[in-house]
């Protein structure tokens, strides 16, 4: 069971539908609770997937707990895995432990604000197996400033599917018939949940400052969140609302993006962003800001261009010098889409977690059936009494 907060159309949520998708049936039956409403991606998935939602009905719901238990108890959940820090980080690992839950799995995709572990979720490490990183770098804060445990934290890097992810000549024709632009017109798109991390505001400037140059440039915005209101009145004071286009939450992210000359990202914190590993996929170059482990990913020269947190004119720069010359576009694509081919396939990751789990729960497994009596009920002794190793299992 993934605990989540909710599924909006955010690179979180799709990495973790896309994992869901991939896993092995015979080594792990995913199933999703979100706290509060499914959200778009939720409802998408209903159909292949258990999910669960409603459990939070507020800040102080205490009721949760007892919610979630009964509900982890009723589904016979051997692993959890709370995504993201926050709420969901808290009441998933206690109410697992309540629950008997034999794994129990803390997956982060950033480094702090707005998702900082923080005090309270710290004090939970002893009921936690491990503590998953998305990059080498973001393994590092988690032991160095996060303070967990180093024999704790693993590393398991971001997958892409790169068969729907590709270079597609056809997607840049659509993308600017539906926008009702020529085919030659240059397009920069962002796409990114409209939170306040993420800082769309930046791009914003950015696209005003290049515009001054790049008059006939489109920027597409996709995704939705709370900030769309304060994105569209930035839009309108900078007078470039005719040339930016916010569309939404979209399903066809694979085809937009392909669309796009260049792809940026404005984020004030990440750790290995699912987006930008999509962009390169598509042969599209990317410039971003360089935070987190994003220049593990990003290659300065190679796959694109990081300029500095809240620099949005470098930022309109190093997008400017990417419009203005093709080939330049074209080589870094190509470089971006090899690099994550190597090192980012969807299928790594899926064996990672899936690795993971049933290393621990065979681990696990076998101390429960040594263990004296009086430290068996450590383990729940239903899961265990009878049972063989997992099919799949690395123990075999």
């Known amino acids: 069971?993934?605990?989540?907060?909710?599924?909006?159309?955010?690179?979180?949520?799709?990495?973790l539908v896309n994992l869901m998708r991939r896993m092995d049936r015979d080594v792990m039956v995913p199933e999703v609770a979100c706290l509060k409403e499914a959200g778009p991606l939720g409802e998408a998935i209903g159909a292949e997937f258990a999910v669960h939602t409603d459990l939070l009905s507020g800040k102080y719901d205490l009721r949760v707990l007892p919610r979630l238990v009964r509900l982890m108890r009723q589904r016979r959940i051997d692993v959890v895995v709370t995504v993201g820090a926050g709420d969901k980080m808290f009441w998933g690992r206690i109410a697992a432990k309540v629950a008997g839950v034999p794994v129990i799995v803390s997956a982060l995709h950033s480094t702090g604000w707005p998702d900082g572990v923080g005090r309270?979720?710290?004090?939970?490490?002893p009921l936690t197996d491990a503590f998953i990183a998305v990059a080498d770098s973001h393994g590092d804060f988690l032991?160095?400033?996060?303070?967990?445990?180093?024999?704790?934290?693993?590393v398991i890097r971001n997958g892409?599917?790169?068969?729907?992810?590709?270079?597609?000549?056809?997607?840049?024709?659509e993308l600017r018939d539906e926008l009702g632009l020529a085919e030659e017109t240059p397009i920069v798109g962002i796409v990114a949940a409209l939170r306040s991390e993420k800082n769309h505001a930046m791009f914003v400037?950015?696209?005003?400052?290049?515009?001054?140059?790049?008059?006939?440039?489109?920027?597409?915005?996709?995704?939705?969140?709370?900030q769309r209101p304060a994105i569209e009145d930035l839009c309108d004071r900078y007078g470039i609302s005719d040339h930016v286009h916010l569309l939404g939450t979209r399903h066809d992210t694979p085809k937009l993006v392909a669309g796009f000359d260049v792809f940026a990202l404005s984020s004030l914190n990440e750790a290995s962003p699912v987006s930008i590993l999509e962009a390169m996929a598509c042969g599209v170059p990317v410039v971003a800001t360089d935070v987190g482990s994003v220049c593990e990913s990003v290659i300065e020269g190679v796959s694109g261009h990081l300029v500095a947190s809240e620099d949005a004119t470098g930022?309109?720069?190093?997008?400017?010098?990417?419009?203005?010359?093709?080939?330049?576009?074209r080589t870094m694509g190509e470089s971006g889409r090899r690099q994550v081919i190597a090192t980012g396939s969807l299928e790594a990751m899926v064996e990672g977690y899936q690795a993971l789990a049933t290393q621990i729960y065979d681990a696990k497994a076998e101390k429960a059936k040594?263990?004296?009596p009086e430290r068996a009920r450590d383990f729940p002794a239903e899961r265990i009494a009878g049972l063989p190793l997992r099919k799949g299992s690395l123990s075999k």
């Open 205 to 226: 400037r950015a696209a005003a400052k290049a515009s001054e140059r790049f008059s006939n440039a489109h920027w597409v915005i996709i995704g939705d969140g709370p």
């Open 120 to 125: 309270l979720n710290r004090m939970l490490t």
């Open 143 to 154: 032991r160095d400033f996060e303070g967990f445990p180093g024999e704790k934290v693993r």
């Open 160 to 173: 892409i599917d790169c068969n729907r992810f590709s270079p597609s000549a056809g997607s840049r024709r």
């Open 370 to 372: 040594t263990a004296r």
């Open 1 to 15: 069971m993934f605990v989540i907060t909710s599924m909006p159309v955010g690179g979180a949520e799709t990495l």
């Open 315 to 329: 930022l309109a720069q190093a997008i400017g010098r990417l419009l203005e010359d093709p080939q330049k576009r």
